[in-house]
């Protein structure tokens, strides 16, 4: 229903690999962010991006980048995963037609050893 | 940059009664305030809004209410279900215009509803 659909759904990655989380909505949506959530911490705002061809960092962006080539992938990359990188990772989108609201993908597990 | 605080932490009823949530948030601009239910496994699902030219808002069992003055808002839900068991997060933000779409959380309640 939130048409956002995010892959892997979980993965296990080793230390110090490279590793870009899939985000993809098929509504159209200007606004996409990408959150992480940590036991006790919430949500938490990595980056964000307002249109196609901008981005902006969120409250927790080190160790993280994204790309807007185009309005409907949101891709979030982790140049060099460490272990505080362990998270549930979290896509969503803005819903017209203000963009405020969020509607959130089903996240992907990711544990890095 | 806004803070948003949560309370409880858990919260654990008695199916049938009432449960309330309290939310504060410090940014005086921000007038978006919505209410997600996440269940496990599963990626937050929006389940009540209220902005701020009002100050209540009701669906079905679910309510929210927002005092700007004070800076806080609530969720209450009514005659409580098995099912309404869920990790609850409110959010505050500007709601509008360039960079200020951005929803800051609170860290979450947990609630659990006993049969």
């Known amino acids: 229903i939130a048409g956002i659909t995010q892959a892997p759904t979980s993965q296990i990655l080793a230390a110090g690999r490279r590793m870009t989380l899939r985000c993809t909505q098929d509504m159209r949506h200007n606004a996409m962010y990408w959150y992480r959530q940590d036991l006790g911490l919430g949500l938490r705002l990595i980056h964000y991006s307002n249109t196609a061809g901008t981005t902006g960092k969120g409250e927790v962006p080190d160790g993280y980048s994204v790309s807007r080539a185009n309005t409907d992938d949101f891709p979030l990359t982790l140049a060099s995963a460490v272990p505080s990188q362990t998270s549930v990772y979290f896509c969503?989108?803005?819903?017209?037609?203000?963009?405020?609201?969020?509607?959130f993908g089903q996240g992907t597990r990711l544990t890095v050893v | 940059g806004e803070n948003v605080e949560q309370h409880p932490s858990t919260l654990s009823v008695q199916e049938g009664d009432s449960a309330v949530i309290k939310c504060t948030y410090s940014?005086?601009?921000?007038?978006?305030f919505p209410w997600y239910k996440q269940e496990l496994g599963k990626g937050p699902q929006l389940i009540i809004d209220?902005?701020?030219?009002?100050g209540e808002k009701k669906d079905q069992r679910i309510a929210v209410t927002l005092n700007k003055t004070a800076k806080h808002f609530s969720l209450h839900i009514t005659e409580t279900q098995p099912e309404d068991s869920a990790v609850y997060f409110c959010?505050?933000?500007?709601?509008?215009?360039?960079?200020?779409?951005?929803?800051?959380f609170g860290k979450g309640t947990l609630l659990t509803v006993n049969p």
């Open positions: 959010a505050a933000s500007r709601g509008s215009g360039g960079s200020n779409y951005k929803l800051t």
């Open positions: 209220i902005r701020s030219n009002v």
């Open positions: 969503a989108r803005g819903h017209s037609p203000v963009e405020t609201e969020a509607f």
């Open positions: 940014d005086s601009a921000s007038n978006y």
